[in-house]
């Protein structure tokens, strides 16, 4: 079957170097933000978040780096693996209260090559 | 950990049956989503749910429908599969102010 990753930016980085994917949003209003990682075949999952009163987060070998002023979120991956490579999506809570809905990306194919 | 689990991960199906897909989360969340998703489409959503017997449109719910009988299940129908709706879908399931927790994806050829 048709791989999610097709159609998609694409960016190749040798193993062991750092990755950073870029991600541009559309609302100013959104107050949270969340990078996926898609391996093929599987559903995404949750990577790492950050809130809009934040504009750096940390956690094991990812950064996350927002700039509201330019609407704009990085992803950065230190010593790439093999393992890291996936689909990444960021995403966008536009929504508070009850109901909270997020808009994706389309999303970027990191290849890492060995 | 939360668990959304989709019941099935390959699905093959004819033109007009009615197909249904289930998701059970584990966590007691209150809000569900469906999505599909499409080479160069992205994610879009179907329909979502914040509590038992609620449901609301997404940007795409022409042709589906859903069911929430019990909080932790939330079904998507398909009442007669076309096969514009070959993709692959994928449950979510939220606590407040979270991020989705994502099932593992059903992937649905229609033929």
């Known amino acids: 079957g048709e791989s999610v990753g097709l159609h998609l930016p694409t960016l190749s980085v040798q193993e062991g170097d750092n990755s950073i994917i870029n991600c541009a949003y559309s609302?100013?209003?959104?107050?949270?933000f969340i990078w996926y990682k898609q391996e093929s075949g599987k559903g995404p999952q949750f990577i790492i978040d950050i809130r809009s009163n934040m504009d750096k987060r940390q956690g094991q070998r990812v950064t996350v780096l927002l700039n509201k002023t330019v609407k704009h979120l990085s992803l950065q991956i230190a010593a790439t693996q093999p393992g890291d490579s996936a689909v990444y999506f960021c995403?966008?809570?536009?929504?508070?209260?009850?109901?909270?809905?997020?808009?994706f990306g389309t999303g970027t194919l990191l290849a890492v090559q060995p | 950990d939360v668990k959304v689990t989709q019941s099935s991960r390959y699905l093959v199906k004819r033109t007009g049956e009615k197909v249904f897909l289930e998701c059970v989360q584990d966590?007691?969340?209150?809000?569900m989503f469906w999505y599909r998703q499409d080479p160069g489409l992205g994610l879009r959503l179907i329909y979502f749910s914040y509590d038992v017997k609620m449901k609301e449109k997404g940007d795409i719910p022409e042709g589906y429908s859903v069911s929430r009988e019990k909080k932790e299940r939330f079904s998507l129908i398909l009442e007669s599969a076309s096969t514009n709706q070959t993709s692959m879908y994928l449950c979510?399931?939220?606590?407040?102010?979270?991020?989705?927790?994502f099932g593992s994806g059903t992937r649905l050829t229609v033929v």
């Open positions: 979510a399931s939220i606590e407040r102010n979270y991020g989705y927790t």
């Open positions: 966590m007691d969340h209150e809000n």
């Open positions: 609302n100013s209003a959104s107050d949270y």
């Open positions: 995403a966008e809570n536009l929504y508070g209260g009850a109901t909270n809905k997020l808009i």
